[in-house]
C-alpha cells in the first residue's frame, strides 16, 4: 500500500542548482545550460530562472506524483509553458523532490532535481 502524500508546503530552487547546473554551460549538463541561456535567462540574474520555475509549479501544469519502489521520498512532475525573458513560453518539464530524512522532507518541502524543454 502506498502512503498518503500530501501537496508539498513549499518549493525550493537553490541558487547553486540555478547558477551551477541549468545555467552553466561548463558544468554536467551543457546542452541543457544553453538551451536555457537561448531563452533569455542569465547567470548574471539566477533570480529569473528561480521565479520562472516557482510560477511553473502551478496545479495547471502538474501531471503525477512518481514514488519509487524504496520509500526514500516522492518527486512530484510538472509540464507546461514556463516565462521567459524573451517573451517566449517553451514547454518544459520540471521535476521535485521530497525527500525522506532530510530537514526540507520533514517539512514537506519539494526541492528541484531537474528542468528541461520537451
Known amino acids: 500500500m502506498r502512503p498518503y502524500i500530501a501537496w508539498p508546503a513549499g518549493f525550493n530552487v537553490p541558487l547553486s542548482k540555478v547558477t551551477g547546473y541549468l ?18 535567462f542569465s547567470i548574471a540574474r539566477p533570480d529569473e530562472l528561480a521565479a520562472a520555475l516557482f510560477e511553473h509549479t502551478s496545479a495547471a501544469n502538474f501531471v503525477g506524483i512518481r514514488v ?15 516565462r521567459t525573458p524573451i517573451a517566449a513560453m517553451p514547454r518544459v518539464r520540471s521535476v521535485w523532490q521530497v525527500a525522506a530524512g532530510t530537514v526540507h522532507g520533514v517539512q514537506g518541502i519539494a526541492d528541484l532535481v531537474t528542468a528541461h524543454r520537451i
Open 23 to 40: 545555467l552553466d554551460p561548463a558544468g554536467g549538463s551543457p546542452a541543457k545550460a544553453r538551451w536555457w541561456l537561448a531563452q533569455g
Open 68 to 82: 519509487p519502489q524504496r520509500l526514500w521520498g516522492h518527486r512530484l512532475v510538472f509540464e507546461g509553458p514556463i
